[in-house]
């Protein structure tokens, strides 16, 4: 069966299962058991949208994001992060109806959880986060921390998900302390979290490089990731491909795999359980040779 006809199959088949009960979640067993592979997560980006700062259009068809899911999948990825609306991370956001994500989605998103890695759901909708939940996605990713859709701590804590609480400003301030702001966004999202009954192991921070900081801003926040290391959480890094590398070294966002894996290196080094990134062989290969120069001190 081609993959297209069998993605509209399951997609009705998940549309049924909707109506019906929702999964079981796996709770915060899922988490601990990444966190327990004893090496840094690599979590691969697949982006089903027509306009992502770096594939936009690459993978909006359905044939194409199965095709890269399993790319992603073969090359080593720990966690597969699927998203169908841009975050923007550097402005001109396009808002995309509810309807248009999920449909974005449906087609393509049975295949992808067929592939037997976690698929973390990046929205900042509760009610794509809630569908994708109920069809076998297993994490949350919200580019908005808890922050802006004001169902999302709920969808969260009644799926027993773990949730990535990402940091976010509407723009950026070049005046501005960001390693406080960050902070102090934290401490508002845990604060929601533990409103809603999100237990804490369940939570993974993000300092949200490239959104609603300057280059230098973003630079710091990797060089400064041990600043978040009191909360006592897992923190995440997505640099892949970001602006501030060009601020570096001029470059296209597909030019920027040297100064990404350098950035995620280095994450590491700092503190990161997690790095979110487009090119998951290079970045495999990158966290061997590391580990391997560790073992050798
Ligand atoms: N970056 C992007 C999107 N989602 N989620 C987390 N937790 N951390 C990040 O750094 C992050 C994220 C932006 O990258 P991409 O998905 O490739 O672009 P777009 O948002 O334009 O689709």
Request: hydrophobic letters at 50%.
């Amino acid at each position: 069966m081609a993959i297209a006809a069998m993605g509209k199959e399951m997609a009705a088949s998940l549309d049924l299962r909707n109506t019906l009960s929702p999964r079981p979640t796996p709770g915060a067993g899922l988490l601990r058991g990444l966190l327990g592979k004893g090496r840094p997560l690599v979590m691969g980006v697949l982006n089903v949208t027509p306009d992502s700062f770096s594939d936009g259009g690459r993978f909006l068809d359905p044939a194409a994001a199965v095709a890269q899911a399993q790319r992603l999948a073969a090359e080593g990825a720990d966690i597969l992060d699927v998203g169908a609306e841009s975050s923007r991370p550097y402005g001109n956001a396009v808002a995309v109806p509810l309807d248009e994500e999920r449909a974005r989605l449906a087609p393509i998103l049975p295949a992808v959880i067929a592939l037997s890695i976690p698929v973390s759901i990046d929205t900042m909708k509760a009610a794509v986060a809630a569908w994708a939940l109920d069809a076998g996605a297993t994490i949350v990713n919200d580019v908005w921390g808890l922050q802006r859709d004001p169902d999302m701590a709920r969808v969260v804590a009644a799926h027993d998900a773990p949730v990535i609480v990402m940091h976010n400003r509407d723009a950026a301030d070049p005046r501005i302390d960001i390693v406080a702001d960050v902070t102090a966004f934290f401490e508002r999202s845990l604060a929601i979290a533990a409103r809603a009954g999100i237990p804490s192991e369940q939570i993974v921070l993000d300092p949200g490089i490239g959104f609603g900081k300057t280059a230098e801003q973003s630079l710091t926040c990797i060089a400064r990731l041990d600043a978040w290391r009191g909360f006592d959480l897992p923190l995440l890094v997505g640099a892949s491909r970001k602006r501030f590398i060009q601020a570096v070294v001029p470059s296209e966002p597909m030019e920027r795999l040297g100064g990404s894996l350098a950035a995620h290196l280095l994450a590491v080094e700092n503190g990161a359980a997690i790095i979110r990134v487009h090119d998951v062989a290079p970045t495999v290969q990158a966290r061997a040779v590391a580990a391997a120069i560790r073992r050798a001190r």
